[in-house]
Every structure is written in C-alpha cells, then in structure tokens.
C-alpha cells in the first residue's frame, strides 16, 4: 500500500479523546508534518504578533460585540489598512486563518484543532475528521496523563470541551462535533488510539483515489 498522501487532513477532537496522539500516528504513517500548537508559533512568525496572545486567546470564544460587528463586514485577509483598528483576538484568529492556508499550500500535512477545516473549506484536498469518545474513557485517561482525580479530571474536559465548542460555533458558520460537517468521524474510545489512526489513514487513501 503506497504510503504517501496528497492530502491535508485535519483533526477536530473532544479533549482527551487522543486526537493529537491520533494525528501524530497519522502523519508519522505519511511521512507528514503534524501541526497542533505549532500552527500558533507559524501565525505569530508570520504576523508579527507575539506567540504569547495566541498562546492566551488559544481555542477560546470570545464575547465581544464589536467582533462580531467586524466579522460581518470584513473579508477574511488581514492585509487591509483596517487590521490595525480590529480587537487582538480578531486579529489573532485572522493570522491564525493565514497561517493554515499557508502551511495548507506548502502541501500535505496534519492539522489539529483550531478550526483547521473551515479555514480549509474550499480546498479540495481537505480530509477533515472529528474524534470523540465515551466521556468515562476520556475521564480515566486524562486522570492517568495528568495526575488528576476523576472529579478533576471531569472538570478539565468539561470546560474544554465547552471552550473548543463555543470558539468553534463562534468563528465558523459550522456546529463542533456535528458529522455532517466532517469528512469522518471516529470512536476513539471504541477503535483504541491505534485503531483510530489506521482507520484514518485507510480513508484518506480511499478519499486520495477518489480526487483521481
């Protein structure tokens, strides 16, 4: 089986579902490059915004009015004379937006998280895949990581989980989580991390001799 991908896949994930991990595996199968938090040190390089706002703006909703306001009126390119008057997480979000495409185009990777896919909606070699599981299974798990007690670990995936969702919804015209807005969607918890990975990359090699 040929190894290699035309590809860009992206990786939306419930939080301890072992989507980065899952990603990895799939980019390591590839011979691709896997970015997660690496997409904020690329937007901050390209931008010239210090790493440290994306780093605190990272995957979080924002209830500003005025964004909103921006958001309606304003085209997706932050080239415009106009950037420097928008709010820092405007800002953020649109480097962010830049970056993905930039990386998109240098070609196939694996990208996680950070509304990768809507930034990627038009691009026909686009692979998006969503990961969830079992709440109980991603609470043992993050337990077991991180050192937490099930209560706590309860509550991390909670507030992420809500966090990912709302900044998700917020900036794209999609629903986090719902299947008819991904090319896939997998049972990490069911398929086991490995399980999920290979189911991946079989249907990215079944989507790339599809695009033939």
Known sequence: MNNSTSSII?????YGSAGRQIG???????????????LLEHAAND???????????????????????????????????GFTDMPMNHKVFLAQFEAIKK???EGPCVMVGRCADYAL???????????HADLDWRISRISGKYNKTLKEAKD?????????????????N??????????????????????????????VQVFDQCKQ
């Open 10 to 14: 992206t990786i939306g994930r419930e």
């Open 24 to 38: 990895q595996e799939v980019a390591k199968y590839f011979g691709i490059k896997c970015y997660d938090k690496e």
């Open 47 to 81: 931008s010239g915004i210090c790493k440290e706002l994306f780093e605190n703006h990272d995957e979080k909703p924002t209830n500003s009015f005025l964004y909103s306001l921006v958001m309606d009126t304003y085209s997706f390119g932050y080239s415009s004379a």
């Open 103 to 105: 990386l998109a185009g």
């Open 121 to 131: 909606a038009d691009n026909n070699n686009c692979f998006s895949v969503f990961i």
């Open 156 to 172: 991390m995936i909670n507030k992420t989980d809500k966090s990912r969702a709302s900044y998700y919804n917020y900036y794209t």
């Open 174 to 203: 999609k629903k986090w989580g719902s299947a008819a807005g991904y090319t896939l969607c997998l049972d990490s918890g069911k398929l086991g991390i490995e399980g999920a990975a290979q189911a991946i990359i079989q249907t």
